[in-house]
């Protein structure tokens, strides 16, 4: 079988590598110079960025793709758990540490509210069984059934799928700290935490199942050793080249075109771009689609787009970790402001990676690296980012200068900037959202664009646009999907 990837995100790099374990001849075709899409490498005056993922989650997924060839992944990337996950700092300045210290944790809940505790325990345990069920049992699974669908619904109900993470998590603790930092986690794949369905919540147990890693050398180093691997195992790479056009035959792949206007002909195509960018501009405009594909289409909710402030300093800040989460004054405020109403607000939120905190490589001697990422409106708000961007950047450097920063612009000496404007035009995004569609109960599982095209025979979807869903384990297990369809 003769089967092409579209793109080279995790998604795709991890399909690619999974069809030639099945003996597919393949090939991964890439848009940029780079592999790694979201997950691709800037570097700029010694400073090496990460440019999107930066939590590792789940590294099982990594480490068996690299098992499929009986490769040891040590050879080829080095993953390290973090001590602590997260710092939260909130409005008062007060912080919290979050980690898999179970003891310390609850120290810290207790201090905030003694009665919390025992609902956090509670909690941990319930999402433990929404983690058994949405990612043990569901994750790597096609849902391209409605019947499949059918059968899952009692247990999503008697799971509470029907709440959101936010109502979840508030059913079990009252501090409002703590339920902002208990339901914070659909930001991190694109959902707002008071309309994404609860099955989400069962990152908060994935986390704690697994712990949270750094690839020493950044993200990017994953990508490397994906690289080298896929050179190993005969995966041809073509890199600089984007396709324009899938070639069909009564509705089934037979190729695509590139922008060389060279055909490469394929069995199946695999693609990790984003599902409705790729059917708004790749599908043939005579095609009849049924009526439940279009309305599927019109009535999706995307997810919020990213701004993303990268920079280095001179200084050290040494008093910074390595995953910062900052909120704002206003939560819900805020969020109904990027989700529903598209505007921008000067009460922000943000978070601050520093990998430098782990990882001295990412910066020159005697230096700090750095990015911030702001959860801002889709480009459905029509927002002008070639005057709002910089306006953005001056907010974020002056909250992170009372914050968490002292003297921070002086020290800044290098930096750059990502808007919605880079996913839409660079990464094929629609609206230039952060994560494809929100992760809606309406729009999850089954609702979400299937793994298997419902319009095309042979053409296949990995990535954030369809199940599970977005983040690295999401992306990995969607590849899995493939395994029982092709």
């Not at 790597?140 to 669908?149: A, E, L």
């Not at 702001?374 to 005057?387: E, F, L, Y």
């Not at 419902?454 to 690295?472: K, M, N, R, S």
Request: hydrophobic share 35%; with cysteine; aromatic share 12%.
């Amino acid at each position: 079988m003769n089967s092409i990837v579209i793109g080279s995100g995790f998604g795709g790099i991890a399909a690619a590598i999974r069809l030639r374990a099945k003996g597919h001849k393949v090939k991964l075709i890439e848009k940029h110079s780079d592999l790694g899409g979201r997950a691709r490498v800037f570097k700029k005056d010694g400073f090496t960025y990460d440019a999107g993922p930066t939590v590792i989650t789940a590294p099982y997924l990594i480490n068996e793709l690299f098992s499929l060839f009986n490769k040891n992944p040590e050879d080829y990337i080095k993953l390290t758990p973090l001590k602590i996950w997260y710092q939260f700092v909130f409005e008062d300045e007060t912080k919290f540490n979050y980690s898999g210290d179970e003891i310390e944790m609850k120290k810290q809940i207790e201090n905030l509210n003694q009665e919390d505790v025992k609902g956090y325990e509670d909690l941990v345990n319930f999402t433990k069984k929404i983690f058994e069920k949405g990612f043990l049992e569901l994750a790597d699974v096609p849902f391209d059934k409605p019947f499949f669908m059918m059968k899952q619904l009692p247990v999503l109900l008697k799971l509470k799928s029907y709440k959101s993470v936010y109502s979840l998590v508030s059913s079990y603790v009252k501090n409002e700290k703590l339920r902002r930092m208990l339901s914070m986690h659909p930001l991190l794949v694109g959902g707002n935490p008071f309309t994404t369905t609860s099955i989400y919540g069962l990152i908060l147990y994935l986390e704690k199942k697994w712990g949270i890693h750094y690839s020493m050398g950044g993200t990017g180093n994953i990508i490397k050793g994906f690289e080298k691997l896929m050179e190993e195992i005969e995966i041809e790479i073509i890199k600089n080249t984007e396709v324009k056009e899938i070639i069909t035959k009564n509705n089934k792949i037979t190729g695509v075109v590139v922008d060389s206007e060279e055909i490469i002909e394929a069995d199946n195509v695999i693609c990790n771009a984003d599902p409705p960018a790729f059917y708004e501009k790749m599908t043939s405009k005579n095609l009849k689609n049924s009526m439940l594909f279009d309305w599927k289409q019109k009535r999706m909710d995307y997810s919020m787009g990213l701004f993303v402030y990268y920079f280095g300093t001179k200084k050290v800040y040494e008093n910074v970790e390595h995953h910062t989460i900052k909120f704002g004054n206003k939560y819900k405020e805020h969020l109904d402001d990027i989700f529903d109403y598209k505007k921008l607000n000067n009460d922000i939120s943000y978070y601050l990676h520093r990998p430098s905190a782990t990882d001295k490589s990412m910066a020159p001697e005697g230096s700090d690296c750095f990015y911030v990422l702001v959860p801002v409106p889709n480009n459905q708000s029509n927002i002008d980012w070639q005057i709002e961007g910089e306006k953005m950047k001056n907010l974020v450097v002056d909250k992170m200068e009372n914050d968490l920063m002292p003297n921070l612009r002086d020290n800044i000496v290098s930096d750059f900037y990502l808007t919605p404007d880079y996913f839409e035009k660079e990464l094929n995004t629609k609206y230039g959202s952060g994560f494809s569609i929100q992760p809606k109960f309406t729009q999850s599982a089954y609702f979400r664009f299937h793994n298997k095209s419902e319009i095309y025979d042979g053409l296949y979807f990995v990535g954030a646009g369809t199940h599970p869903g977005a983040g690295v384990p999401g992306v990995l297990s969607s590849a899995k999907v493939l395994d029982k369809l092709i």
